[in-house]
């Protein structure tokens, strides 16, 4: 009871399959596992690293500090991944490409970074971890079903029963789109009530990003 109890969490939890958040690099880099996972970890290392700073930060910072402090801790991770990958992981530097930089404004990983600056060190690196897995699973399953049935192939291994039986549109954009709602309709109707504390949570995030945004500004001129 208790490892179906887990997976049914593993469901109802992910910011992916149930709010659609972080949707961008999910349907762009999840035509093969690796570079699924490689995104996944990534999202996972980030928000991990940044709910840590943030619940350091969080007693010290005013409240309306916390926003920007936030996006300028994120922002400055994600450049520093990126140079890294680049370094010493080119290939799949070049794999993931401008996804990667999408993660600077990634909900997932501001709205955990909201609450970590309101809690303990040791509650915001558990969420921010529980968070980031769901994440990176929700990608490997995509990745999973796209590479299997689109190229024949699992994390590069060819699989002879599917390789001439190869659909090649899901190797594309349409593709994406097919398995993402796909896995949003079975997700809808094994947990048809979504979190309202977690949508009331991500809807407070992307409302503090957007009265912090430039462009915010530009328009209230």
Same mark, same amino acid.
């Given at each position: 009871?208790?490892?179906?109890?887990?997976?049914?969490?593993?469901?109802?939890?992910?910011?992916? $399959?149930?709010?659609?958040?972080? @949707?961008?690099?999910?349907? @762009?880099?999840?035509?093969?596992?690796?570079?699924?996972?490689?995104?996944?970890?990534?999202?996972?290392? +980030?928000?991990?690293?940044?709910?840590?700073?943030?619940?350091?930060? %969080?007693?010290?910072?005013?409240?309306?500090?916390?926003?920007?402090?936030?996006?300028?801790?994120?922002?400055?991770?994600?450049?520093?991944?990126?140079?890294?990958?680049? =370094?010493?992981?080119?290939?799949?530097?070049?794999?993931?490409?401008?996804?990667?930089?999408?993660?600077?404004?990634?909900?997932?990983?501001?709205?955990?970074?909201?609450?970590? %600056?309101?809690?303990?060190?040791?509650? @915001?690196?558990?969420?921010?971890?529980?968070? %980031?897995?769901?994440?990176?699973?929700? $990608?490997?399953?995509?990745?999973?079903?796209?590479?299997?049935? #689109?190229?024949?192939?699992?994390? %590069?291994?060819? +699989?002879?029963?599917?390789?001439?039986?190869?659909?090649?549109?899901?190797?594309?954009?349409? #593709?994406?789109?097919?398995?993402? &709602?796909?896995?949003?309709?079975? +997700? &809808?109707?094994?947990?048809?009530?979504?979190?309202?504390?977690?949508?009331? *949570?991500?809807?407070?995030?992307? @409302? *503090?990003? =957007?009265?912090? &945004?430039?462009?915010?500004?530009?328009?209230?001129?």
């Amino acid at each position: 009871m208790s490892e179906m109890k887990n997976v049914r969490s593993i469901v109802a939890e992910n910011p992916l $399959l149930v709010l659609f958040l972080g @949707a961008c690099p999910a349907l @762009a880099v999840t035509t093969h596992v690796k570079s699924a996972l490689v995104m996944g970890i990534a999202v996972l290392a +980030i928000m991990v690293v940044t709910n840590l700073l943030m619940a350091l930060l %969080g007693k010290v910072l005013p409240t309306q500090a916390k926003l920007p402090a936030c996006a300028i801790i994120v922002a400055g991770l994600v450049s520093i991944l990126q140079m890294l990958m680049n =370094a010493f992981l080119p290939e799949i530097y070049q794999m993931l490409g401008v996804y990667l930089a999408v993660t600077a404004v990634n909900l997932v990983v501001f709205n955990r970074a909201e609450a970590a %600056g309101k809690s303990g060190i040791g509650t @915001a690196l558990s969420d921010s971890f529980v968070t %980031g897995v769901y994440f990176v699973i929700a $990608l490997v399953i995509m990745g999973a079903v796209r590479e299997a049935f #689109g190229f024949g192939t699992i994390a %590069g291994t060819a +699989i002879p029963v599917l390789e001439s039986h190869k659909i090649s549109l899901l190797t594309k954009a349409p #593709g994406g789109f097919m398995v993402f &709602s796909f896995l949003a309709a079975v +997700i &809808s109707k094994i947990c048809p009530a979504k979190n309202e504390a977690l949508c009331e *949570g991500y809807t407070c995030a992307a @409302a *503090g990003i =957007a009265a912090v &945004s430039p462009l915010t500004e530009t328009e209230g001129e």
